[in-house]
Each structure stands twice: as structure tokens, then as C-alpha cells.
């Protein structure tokens, strides 16, 4: 079984920017799991943010976060990462990260099978 740990999340202005990492431990050969990021905000579900598949060389973004988000993995640490750039308020909330072995590039919340618990992100105006 894979447990997750993120870090990287904070308090950051409008416009500032933040690198989130995801890493995994177990008794699990890493690239063998799909990850994704996802966040929750307050009263609203835990959405996609973004998936990488896993050998990292196809990712899925949602489109509020095309070209402001990266995610990326490095398999041979066990870590997965997502640069978040000119950032926004409504980009607030918690960040998870999600691992699965479904195949494929994982885009929804059913598909994985493993979670962090998560790191806050705010963002202010």
C-alpha cells in the first residue's frame, strides 16, 4: 500500500507562486501508480487539478490551470510535483495528491485509490 505526503502549500499573494511535492512510500514501485492533483474548497468537492501518467510523459490539466500549473514526477524519488504560477485567489483550498493503478492518465477522484491528507493553499487578493 502507498501512503502520500504533501508539503509546499502556504499563504501567498495574488500572482506569486508555489511548488507542491507528493511523496510516495511503501513497498511500491512508484511507476506503477497514475498520480493526480486535486483540490477541495471549502463546501465544494475535491475536483481534478491536474494528472500526470506514469512515466510522466502525458499530464491532463483542467483548464482554469492550463498554462499556470505544471505537474511533473520524478519516479527515482518517488515524488511528484506541481508548480503553481501566477496564482489566484479562487485557486485557494486544499491541495491533495492521489495515487492509482487503473490504466491509463487518471482524471477523476474514482480512479484513485490512495490519498495524502492534503496541504492548504490560500492565495490572497
Known sequence: QVQLVESGGGL?????SLRLSCVASGRIIFSNYAMGWFRQAPVKERDVVAAVSRSGRSTYYTDSMKGR??????NALNTMYLQMNTLKPEDSGVYYCAAGTKPGLLKTASDFSSWGVGTQ?????
Open 12 to 16: 501567498v499573494q495574488a500572482g506569486g
Open 69 to 74: 500549473f505544471t505537474v511533473s514526477r520524478d
Open 121 to 125: 493553499v490560500t492565495v490572497s487578493s
